[in-house]
């Protein structure tokens, strides 16, 4: 049976339902239009059910042994290994990945799922001193309780997962919200994977609806103590004001327009090469992508030459053909947008060194250079495949380019001289830099979050202790304190 047929329905309370709602989410595969499922929006009501349930199971999973809870992943890694190909047909199919994405994307998880099994055991308490004689303070981390998720259809398994899996590792119930066009890959299949993996019902619950019925309800509910958002910065204000006004933290991890930085004293070949990757993986629907290709004047010319070069060779089409490079945008709005931005750039004076047909959601590559100033691609995220070539004199001039945004999530620079590009990455206004590599990183035990519009708070590593647990303090006083009346 396809996934796209068991898993189309809520996952609520440990059990598969049909929403309760009057109208359905339609999934569509956005290469071909076919149709791969039609689900009945989930209601208020249903999240509201499906927080209670959460709430009610989170109490029992918090005082379950850690080395138990930790099972739960290792039998997850397991069930994803097993289901590969299924899996990356589901990808192909849902968000037009191509196969070197869905594998991509699959490594990603199964290295989360991995530091997943070691953050069970990650929290670790403390005793402090105390300027009253024969106390003792204990310090103790729990989990916050119910952390309400939404997730991106870009990498929406691993996105998915990257919040949903170490949240519940750590000991918290989840209530997750899948993005519209990937209710499945994104939300449906994270929860079969666990629920075969033998999480207890009624932690996970998956409600697939949208704003358009529910309004700020998963935001607003009681129950969660912290929301982890994936998605564009314009959402994730509106989700940060809502939550901050019921005292709710957030790990908000919005869009980028990074910069990939090429000095005077670059591997030209070396530093294309990447540059192609760090803008095309997923046809540039990747918030660390490359949008602006910063290069010193003087290897300007042939840098682009090479870039060029190299994109004219990418293939666009099919994402079930294994030879093709570049499938369909998530949707005909995003394909509308970008080829209606491009055009709006050529008509301001920007030169297309590159540029094709776009053809229902396949929007070819672009490669723009001469671009006026205030040109909205300079300081937008482009999530598409569209690069910018930027020439500039020198490093400061580099540096001013490269900040000139408002936002600050990855970055990459290219020199023979490592210290050298170690220094210019200090001054980058970003959370995550690379040297000598592509914009497009994500380890399990780093940092991973930006600055500016880019986000607020990190994942990865103790970053999700920090994320999804909080700290007790317990004071223990050993004989009689003296009290002033």
Known sequence: MSYFTELALQYIDGEWRPGGGSWDIVDFNPYNGEKLASITVATVEEVDEAYRAAARAQRKWAATNAYTRRLVFERALRIVEESEERITEAIIAELGGTRLKAAFELQLAKELLRESVQLALRPEGSILPSPTDGKENRVYRVPVGVVGVVSPFNFPFFLTLKSVAPALALGNGVVLKPHQNTPVCGGGLVARVLERAGLPPGLLNVVMTDIAEIGDALVEHPVPKVISFTGSDKVGGHVASVAAS??????????????????????????????????????????????????????????????????????????????????????????????????????????????????????PPAVLTDIPPGCPLLREEVFGPVALILPVDGEEEAVRVANDSPYGLAGAVHTADVERGVALAWRIETGMFHVNDSTVHDEPIVPFGGEKHSGVGRLGGSQMVEAFTTTKWISVQHGRSAFPF
């Open 246 to 363: 019921r005292f709710k933290r957030t790990v908000l991890e919005m869009g980028g327009n990074s910069a990939l930085i090429v000095l005077d004293d670059a591997d030209l070949e070396y530093a294309v090469d990447a540059a192609v990757f760090s803008r095309f993986v997923h046809h540039g629907q990747v918030c660390m992508a490359a949008n602006r290709l910063i290069v010193d004047r003087s290897v300007a010319e042939e840098f682009t030459e090479r870039f060029v070069a190299k994109v004219r060779t990418l293939r666009v089409g099919d994402p079930e053909d294994p030879e093709t490079h570049i499938g369909p945008l998530i949707n005909s709005g995003q394909a509308e947008a970008l080829t209606g931005a491009v055009e709006h750039a050529v008509q301001q004076g920007a030169t297309a060194l590159v540029r094709g047909e776009t053809r229902g959601n396949l929007v």
